[in-house]
């Protein structure tokens, strides 16, 4: 997977770079993907070493907006561009731009249509690092910040020799230095509004770039991105990652939300299928149990008919109850209501069916597990030659999501997205419509 999928990064957006262990490999990576799309500028807010000159095919110095013209003319020829100031007296590196030149090289580069990284701090080489008082410079107007950390650190003691200024980082996580760097101690860090949420704009979306995970090291890479996602709400996605390699993305951690569609009338059944009995609990108590037990967070169940009976069902359960009091207008619009209570910070929602007790934890965990690796827009179960439910949607899709009317489901999608299959057995297309249904699943041994 391209670093660029993975950040969610599309030409025209501004992205800081913040933290240590791989920020200018990272931005040569992003410049290489994204270049045939579109011009690509680089720049630095600090200090930039003069060799790092040949990150781009042209390096502009200026030292005032009125430099940056004729930007455009040289993004035409060529389509990487590096702008920094003047070198640094008596140091081998190049200045960084200050808060005016920034905001004219964005308005340069919006009308070029380019995509702007910038490094907004330096770590000398380490893996790690606490921010200083004066650290990080972030533009206000980027869109994205990318945290970066080298998991390579992982087991090293915390000092100089892996972390910038390891004694600022040692008193933000309250331990002695020396102290042996854990996954736990990774994702404090980088979750810690002084770490590396600090000077993250406000309407900046934040994902975590852990690098250097190999195959040795992606168990650890796992329970960091685990943690971030558990401590730090504003972190949207951590990439587990290798940013020198060719494939750089291993993962892709993200939130996955459930929504547990259990609205409809039964009218082919004549009773409330959500509430038939089967293993003596409702059928929706099984839905809501794959969904929790399968890593969904938040779980949301979209009531309509019989709403205060499904409640009832479902009492002590952690979800939250959507009623849609449209729901005879068919389940796009409990489609769209689910979708709306988790789209939120959600990188991709599974939506399940109340009538399909067999599926369960391990087909839903697949289904994200799956994604975490892809990104694919849609994830589903491919029963040999027919697909399955529950079925997982990216963000990608949620605009058409919210544009479905009538009784039209997210099925409706696969004609206008790709669709990763992901085996498995005819468990993922067992429902309950009639009382035949409700009688063979009884009778089989599943």
Not at 74 to 100: M, S
Not at 236 to 263: F, K, T
Not at 305 to 329: D, I, M, P, T, Y
């Amino acid at each position: 997977m391209h670093l660029a999928k993975a950040l969610r990064v599309l030409p025209g957006r501004s992205v800081a770079f913040v933290g240590a262990g791989g920020k200018t490999t990272a931005m040569a990576r992003l410049a290489g993907e994204l270049s045939p799309l579109g011009p690509v500028i680089m720049t630095t807010t600090t200090r930039m070493a003069r060799t790092q000159a040949s990150l781009a095919q042209v390096h502009r110095v200026v030292h005032s907006p009125a430099d940056l013209a004729g930007l455009s003319q040289e993004a035409g020829e060529k389509r990487t561009l590096l702008v920094t100031a003047p070198a640094v007296p008596g140091e081998p590196k190049w200045q960084g731009l200050d808060g005016a030149m920034m905001a004219a090289l964005r308005r340069a580069a919006d009308e070029l249509g380019a995509t702007l990284l910038v490094e907004a701090d330096g770590a000398r080489g380490r893996s790690l690092k606490a921010p200083a008082e004066h650290e990080p410079v972030i533009p206000p107007f980027v869109d994205l910040v990318v945290p970066v950390a080298a998991l390579d650190a992982l087991g090293q003691p915390l000092q100089a020799g892996c972390a910038h200024r390891p004694e600022l980082l040692a008193r933000l996580l309250g331990v002695p230095l020396g102290t042996r760097l854990e996954p736990e101690h990774f994702a404090a860090a980088l979750g810690h509004v002084e770490g590396g949420l600090k000077g993250v704009p406000p309407k900046a979306e934040v994902r975590m770039l852990l690098n250097k995970v190999d195959a040795a090291r992606l168990d650890a890479g796992r329970a960091v991105a685990a943690g971030l996602l558990g401590r730090a709400e504003r972190v949207q996605a951590a990439v587990l990652a290798s940013v020198a390699r060719e494939d750089p993305v291993r993962e892709v951690w993200g939130r996955v939300a459930g929504v547990v569609l259990a609205a409809g009338g039964s009218s082919r059944m004549g009773r409330p299928k959500q509430l038939l009995t089967w293993r003596g609990r409702p059928l929706v108590w099984h839905a809501v149990q794959a969904a929790l037990d399968g890593g969904l967070e938040p779980v949301v169940v979209v009531l309509g008919a019989q709403a205060q009976a499904v409640r009832r069902a479902l009492r002590g359960e952690q979800v939250v109850f959507v009623e849609n009091q449209g729901w005879s207008r068919g389940q796009s619009t409990s489609v769209r209501l689910g979708l709306q209570a988790v789209q939120q910070g959600a990188e991709g929602v599974v939506f399940l069916l109340a009538d399909m007790p067999l599926v369960d934890q391990a087909l839903v965990a697949g289904l994200v597990g799956e994604h975490r690796r892809t990104l694919a827009p849609l994830v589903a179960p491919q029963v040999r030659e027919r697909w399955g439910n529950p079925v997982l949607f990216d963000r990608v899709t949620f605009t058409a999501l919210r544009e479905l009317e009538g009784d039209r489901g997210g099925r409706a999608l696969f004609e206008d997205f790709p669709v990763h299959g992901y085996p498995w057995d005819e468990r993922a297309t067992v429902d309950v419509d009639t009382e035949a249904d409700l009688a063979r699943l009884e009778e089989d041994s599943w």
